[in-house]
Structure formats: C-alpha cells, structure tokens
C-alpha cells in the first residue's frame, strides 16, 4: 500500500480495466497520495488530449511526390493502348522496347529521402508520443505485465 500506483495500473483504472480488487487498492491510496492523484489527473488529460488530436494530414506536396512515384502509370500501360500494336514486325517491337526502356530511364531516379526524414522527424518531435507504460492494451510486455499483476497484484 506504501508502493506508488504504477502508470499502467493508472492508466488501466482510468479506462475502466481494473477489477474490483485493484480498484479499490487504487481508491484508497489515491485518497491518501496527492502525487498519484494528480499522476492520475496528468495521465486522464493525456489521454483526452491524445483521443480528440486531430490526425495530421500528409502535406499535398509529399502525397503529389509519392503519387507520382509510386502510382505512375506502369510501363505495360502502355501495351494496352491499341495504337502501340499497330506498327507490327520486329522493328517495331523493337522499338517499342526502347521507347519503353526510354521511359523507365526518363522517370525520377529517386524519391529524395531528406525531406521524407526532415518531415518525420518534425512530426515526431510534434507528437506526444506516449511511454510504452501507458500504451499497455498495444504492448505485449505491458500486457504480460498486467497479466501479472492481476494473478499475483494483491501482494502490493
Ligand atoms: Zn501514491
């Protein structure tokens, strides 16, 4: 009872996860422990504002660029349009693989990675990334943890 409430047990009562037992551990050291009870109000505030976040759309200039991409028109596009087969013989084919060829060369080489890396990394430091602790339903260890704590938890 002396022992602090662990986040994940926090965060487990507050989404209505804990039985009856833990519950009622949890009530009485939050009447008597100001630092849990405002740890429980830090983390329900966390969690208010992680649910009503607004998702983050991709920038039209990233999407545009991954579109072009990856979504381009494939070479074989091509062998679909009737007009390609009309010059029929091996010259023609011919050319058709090296316009074909032409074409795969002439598409962006490469998508530039550093500003794919420069926007994650702007994003990541905007996001409040939650601890593992607190993400528990999501974390195979957490929730072994939990699993844990409710076969043994009335030993705290
Ligand atoms: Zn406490």
Do not use: Y
């Not at 505030?45 to 991409?69: G, N, T, V």
Request: net charge negative; glycine share 4%; aromatic share 2%.
């Amino acid at each position: 009872m002396n022992e602090h409430i662990e986040g994940v047990e926090l965060s487990s009562l507050i989404d209505g996860a804990l039985d009856a037992a833990a519950r009622a551990r949890a009530a009485a050291h939050l009447s008597a422990c100001a630092p849990c009870r405002a740890e429980l109000e830090s983390l329900r505030a966390f969690k208010r504002l992680a649910a009503d976040a607004p998702r983050r759309a991709l920038p039209a200039d990233l999407a545009l660029r991954l579109e072009r991409r990856h979504v381009a028109a494939p070479p074989w596009a091509l062998l679909t349009r009737p007009r390609v087969w009309a010059p029929a013989g091996a010259l023609a084919a011919a050319a058709l693989a090296a316009a074909l060829w032409l074409r795969s060369t002439q598409a962006p080489a490469e998508l530039p990675l550093e500003p794919l890396v420069a926007a994650h990394e702007a994003a990541a430091g905007q996001t409040l990334t939650p601890e593992p602790v607190l993400v528990a339903s999501a974390d195979a260890d957490s929730a072994a943890l939990l699993a844990d704590d409710g076969a043994g938890g009335s030993a705290e």
